[in-house]
Each structure stands twice: as structure tokens, then as C-alpha cells.
Nanobody
Framework: VQLQASGGGLVQLGDSLSLSCAGSGRTISNRILGWFRQAPGKEREFVAAITKSGSMTYYEDSVKGRFTISRDTAKNTVSLQMNSLKAEDTAVYYC?????????????????WGQGTLVTVSS
């Protein structure tokens, strides 16, 4: 499956931004979907994930209450709504899909990746 992320951009502190990731080639409805990010000079880290059914979501502690992951099976997409953005949210954001049966935040469990979209939060 191919993933295409979009929606990044330059925003101000406290602003909101929505990222979207579209799957093509194959359906992503049977995959756990996640968002990861990589800030300059840092390792790529887990941000959020959603189960195949969409009934459960998981978040990295620093984004809990500010970010919301969702999926639209009909559109074959996964989205990340980001509110109250902080400077430390600045990073390249990647969507990813995993064949794992249960939730995982380990990037090595994700076998399909989008190309990344840059989010810059300016003060």
C-alpha cells in the first residue's frame, strides 16, 4: 500500500492544523494506522495510532488532549487534527500502516510509510 501525507505548513503558536494521509494501491482499512514525527536532530518518535476498527486510539503523552487521530474507511484515509500547537511540535510528520494485530508504537512494526509533511510552529 502507498501512503501520501499532506496538510503540513507554517503556523503560529496555539494554532490548529489538520494532516491527512491517503492510502492507494490497497485498502488501509485492515491496518493499524499511525502518525510519527521527526524533529530536527532527533529520532523519529510515535505520535498517535488508531486501531483497525477505529474504536481505540493511542497518543504520546505530550500530545494527549491536543491531537486527535481518526480514520475514514470509505475514503481510505487517516487524519491527525492538531490543536494548541507548540514550538516543540515542529517536525516532519509521517503516516504509517502496520500489519500488526494489536496496537504498536514501535516504528519498526510499521511497514508502509508516507513521504512526510513538514509542520513548523512559529512563535
Amino acid at each position: 500500500v502507498q501512503l501520501q501525507a499532506s496538510g503540513g505548513g507554517l503556523v503560529q503558536l496555539g494554532d490548529s492544523l489538520s494532516l491527512s494521509c491517503a492510502g492507494s494501491g490497497r485498502t488501509i482499512s485492515n491496518r493499524i494506522l499511525g502518525w510519527f514525527r521527526q524533529a530536527p536532530g532527533k529520532e523519529r518518535e510515535f505520535v498517535a495510532a488508531i486501531t483497525k476498527s477505529g474504536s481505540m486510539t493511542y497518543y504520546e503523552d505530550s500530545v494527549k488532549g491536543r491531537f486527535t487521530i481518526s480514520r475514514d474507511t470509505a475514503k481510505n484515509t487517516v487524519s491527525l487534527q492538531m490543536n494548541s500547537l507548540k514550538a516543540e511540535d515542529t517536525a516532519v510528520y509521517y503516516c504509517a500502516a502496520s500489519r500488526r494485530l494489536i496496537f504498536t508504537e514501535d516504528q519498526y512494526d510499521y511497514d508502509s510509510w508516507g513521504q512526510g509533511t513538514l509542520v513548523t510552529v512559529s512563535s
